[in-house]
C-alpha cells in the first residue's frame, strides 16, 4: 500500500495505513504596529501543562473563526488544532494536530511556533493573519511522500518555557536536577551494594555448606597414629606372648583308631616338651606326633614318659636346633586375681594368646576315666583362670605376669559336658583349669630320668559312693582285702575302716576324690595333719605319704 520504508526505522518497519505528521507550519510573530486587533492564541495550547500525556479536547467545543486579511480564514478548535484555510485553493494551510489524544503531545504548530497572531480591524470581525509558511502537500498532490520529512535519527526538539514546570524535552519529562541525579547514583550504588552482599551470602553459605559435608577441597585424609616401636613392657600380654611363643609348640597326633590335636612347650635345649596325657595318648605304640614350632619348622617325637593319674606326658624331639626352653615359676606364690596369659592351639588355631586371671586355687577336679579304678582317672588339684581354653589348648603353658609358667592347661568346664579334659566341644565359658607347675616339674622329671612317676599315697581304701559331707574309708576293699593297708601310711597314722576324713592340713574335704587330688598336690614322704570324724568324735591324726609306682 505504500512506498518502502527508505530508513527501515524499527520498531515501525514498514509504514502503516494511519496519516503522517504534516510539515511544520510558522505562524507570525506579531501584529502590525498600530493595530488595534489582540493576539488570537487558543486557551488549551496556552495554558498546556508542563507534563506528559495525553491532552483531550472537550467534545461539544465551538470552533473560533477569524477572517484573515488574505482571504484564509483562521478555525481553532476546541481541541487546540488550528487550520488555515487558502481562500483560492481551499486547502488547509495549517498544520493538523502533532499528536492524537493517544500519544499526549503538544500540538506542532504550537511546539514549533509557540503562539498564533492575528489582528483584528474592530467591529467588523476580521482578523489579519501573519504571513504563514507553505502549506504541506496533501495526497492527492503528485509526488506526495508523507515519510519523507521524517528523519527518526534527528535529534529531539527542546524549547525553554518560562513557567513554573520548567523546561520541556522530546519526551515530555522534566530534565532531573544535579541533586536528584546525586540521589539517584547513590541509590543504584546502595542497590548493588545490597545484591552484592546478598549473593555473596548466599554463596558462601552454599560454600561452606560444601565444605562441611564433604570435608574441604582436598581429598580425604584419615586421621592415623604415627609409628611407635615394635617393642612392648615386659610385663605386659604382648611382651609375655613375644617372649614366649618360640617356645610354645603344636602337636598332630595321629593313631590307628583316632587322632588329635594339642600344644606343648620346651622345657630345655635337649628337646624334650611337656604336654597333656591325652594330647599324646591317641597315638598308642604305633602311632605318629608331629610337633610344629612357631617358625613354621616342623620335627617328629616320641613319646618319653607319660602319666594319667596327673594327665601329663613328656615327649621329645631330635635334630632341632636353637630350642628355647621356658622359665619355669612357683605355683605356690600364685594368688587369686593375679594376671595370666594362656597360649596354645584351639582348634588347631596354632600360636593363640589369650588372657585372664587367676580366679581360684585348689580346685580339686577329675578328669578321664569311668571312676571304677582310680589309676584311670586324672586327680588334679588345679589352679581355676578365666583366661578362655578351649579344646586344643591342652599341654599349653599358663604363664605370670614375668613370663613364667604356673601351669599346664588341661581342663575346662562347658554347659553341656560338664569338667572334660579339655576336649568339651562347646568351648570356654570361662571356667579353665590348670595343672600347677609344681606338681607338673616333679611329674616331668620322674618321667625323663626314670620314664614313670610315683604318686603319694594314704594306704586307705575309699568308699566313692558315700553321699555324706567328707571321705570315708570303706567298710572292706574293693578287692576283698582289708581297708586299710597293714603296715601303710594309713595304718601307722591309726586309721580305720568307717572314719570319715573332713579336712587336710586344715582345709574342708567334701568327697573322696577330692581327697585323692588333695593328696596328689604333695609329694611322697610329706607329711599331712587330718581331721577326722570317728563314732560322732572328730579327731586329729598325723600322717606320712607313702609312695606306689605310676602307670
Known amino acids: 500500500m505504500h512506498d518502502p520504508d527508505p530508513y527501515s526505522t524499527p520498531p515501525y518497519g514498514e509504514p502503516g495505513p494511519w496519516a503522517p505528521a504534516p510539515p511544520v507550519q510558522h505562524p507570525a ?34 470552533p473560533d473563526t477569524a477572517t484573515a486579511p488574505s482571504g484564509a480564514t483562521v478555525v481553532a478548535s476546541g481541541a487546540g488544532a488550528v487550520h488555515a484555510r487558502d481562500a483560492v485553493h481551499g486547502q488547509d494551510s495549517a498544520a493538523a494536530p502533532a499528536s492524537d489524544s493517544a500519544h499526549g503531545t503538544v500540538p506542532a504548530a504550537l511546539a514549533d511556533s509557540g503562539r498564533l497572531l492575528a489582528s483584528s480591524t474592530g467591529s467588523s470581525g476580521s482578523v489579519p493573519s501573519a504571513p504563514s509558511a507553505p502549506s504541506a502537500p496533501s495526497a492527492g498532490d503528485a509526488g506526495f511522500d508523507p515519510w519523507q520529512r521524517y528523519d527518526p535519527w534527528a535529534a529531539a526538539p527542546r524549547r525553554e518555557t518560562h513557567g513554573p514546570a520548567g523546561s520541556w524535552q522530546h519526551s515530555g519529562a522534566d530534565a532531573p536536577t544535579v541533586g536528584e541525579r546525586r540521589r539517584w547514583v547513590r541509590r543504584q550504588l546502595v542497590a548493588g551494594a545490597l545484591a552484592v ?73 635337649l628337646g624334650y616338651i611337656l604336654t597333656n596325657n591325652h594330647v599324646v595318648e591317641p597315638a598308642g605304640s604305633d602311632g605318629g606326633i608331629t610337633v610344629v614350632f612357631n617358625g613354621g619348622q ?13 594327665d601329663l606326658a613328656v615327649v621329645r624331639v631330635t635334630g632341632v636346633k636353637g630350642l628355647k626352653p621356658l622359665y619355669l615359676g612357683n605355683s605356690d606364690n600364685v594368688r587369686v586375681g593375679d594376671p595370666v596369659v594362656a597360649i596354645g592351639a584351639p582348634f588347631d588355631l596354632e600360636g593363640t594368646v589369650t588372657s585372664g586371671i587367676i580366679s581360684a586355687k585348689e580346685r580339686p577336679i577329675t578328669a578321664g576315666g569311668d571312676g571304677a579304678d582310680a589309676d584311670d582317672v586324672s586327680y588334679v588339684d588345679a589352679l581355676q583362670t578365666d583366661a578362655p581354653i578351649n579344646p586344643g589348648n591342652s599341654g599349653g603353658p599358663l604363664l605370670d605376669a614375668q613370663g613364667h609358667v604356673i601351669g599346664i592347661n588341661s581342663a575346662i568346664r562347658s554347659a553341656d559336658d560338664g569338667v572334660g579334659a579339655g576336649n568339651a566341644r562347646s568351648g570356654s565359658i570361662g571356667l579353665g583349669f590348670a595343672i600347677p607347675i609344681n606338681q607338673g616339674k616333679r611329674v616331668a622329671e620322674e618321667l625323663i630320668n626314670n620314664g614313670r612317676a610315683t604318686h603319694p599315697v594314704i594306704g586307705v581304701s575309699l568308699d566313692l559312693q558315700y553321699a555324706g559331707d567328707g571321705a570315708r574309708i570303706s567298710a572292706k576293699a574293693g578287692d576283698g582285702g582289708p581297708p586299710v593297708t597293714a603296715g601303710g601310711p594309713g595304718a601307722r597314722a591309726g586309721l580305720r575302716a568307717g572314719d570319715v576324713v573332713t579336712q587336710v592340713d586344715g582345709q574342708r574335704v567334701h568327697s573322696g576324690e577330692e581327697l585323692i587330688a588333695r593328696t596328689r598336690a604333695h609329694r611322697p614322704g610329706e607329711r599331712l595333719r587330718l581331721t577326722i570324724l570317728r563314732d560322732g568324735t572328730e579327731r586329729s591324726l598325723s600322717l606320712v605319704l607313702g609312695s606306689s609306682g605310676g602307670g
Do not use: M
Open 29 to 62: 510573530v506579531a501584529a502590525a504596529p498600530g493595530t488595534a486587533a489582540a493576539p488570537f492564541v487558543p486557551q488549551q495550547a496556552a495554558s498546556l501543562p508542563a507534563v506528559p500525556g495525553p491532552c483531550p479536547a472537550p467534545a461539544d467545543a465551538a
Open 298 to 310: 616342623t620335627a617328629k617325637a616320641e613319646v618319653v614318659g607319660r602319666d594319667s593319674g596327673y
Open 197 to 269: 552482599a546478598l549473593v555473596s551470602g548466599v554463596l558462601g553459605g552454599a560454600v561452606g555448606v560444601y565444605l562441611e559435608r564433604n570435608g574441604g577441597l582436598d581429598p580425604v585424609r584419615l586421621p592415623q597414629a604415627s609409628a611407635e616401636p615394635a617393642g612392648r613392657a615386659a610385663d605386659s600380654v604382648a611382651g609375655i606372648a613375644a617372649r614366649a611363643l618360640p617356645s610354645v609348640v603344636t602337636l598332630h597326633v595321629s593313631g590307628s583308631d583316632e587322632g588329635g590335636t594339642g600344644t606343648g612347650f620346651v622345657l630345655d635345649s
